[in-house]
């Protein structure tokens, strides 16, 4: 079993990887909206502009349609992928949250969604300081971070 040793950055930081992703999951949800707009908009491109009648008196038929049918097409896919992916972060992100207790679910929305003050979350979980509130991310986040990664983040928090 291999272990981390300082100035070794093979092993990844999962208590910094979990909140990368809690502080982009807003981000995602409006990724998906850019995403959906991108994709009608090659659609709408990419869509026949009027009929186009064959010259024959030309020995051969122009490529370039085909090789704009082509781009489009694979600018699609890769539309549609990044689509799927970023949709599954989100929902994994979010069965996450629900599975945690849920206390530690409200904090971290609060924290790193919703980006509220401290003294806000202190004040909506009734917490009477902010330490004790520190105290409660970074356990919420170790928890996050093994149900959101599994057990090779038990090494790293």
Known sequence: MAYHQ??????INYFKAAERTLSQRGNLE?????LERRKESVIHRAAPSGVQIT??????VSGGGAND???DCLELAE?????????????LVDKVLSEMPQVEAALLR???????SKEEIAEELSYSSKASIY???NKAVSSFAVLFFGAGALSSI
Do not use: F, H
């Open 55 to 60: 010259d024959p008196s030309k020995p051969y």
């Open 79 to 91: 539309i549609d992928r990044e689509i799927k992916n970023t949709r599954e972060t989100v929902e």
């Open 6 to 11: 300082e100035g070794d950055t093979s092993m």
């Open 110 to 116: 609060a924290w790193y969604i919703e980006g509220k």
């Open 30 to 34: 409006k990724a998906l909206a850019n």
């Open 69 to 71: 049918a082509l781009t």
């Open 135 to 137: 105290d409660l991310r």
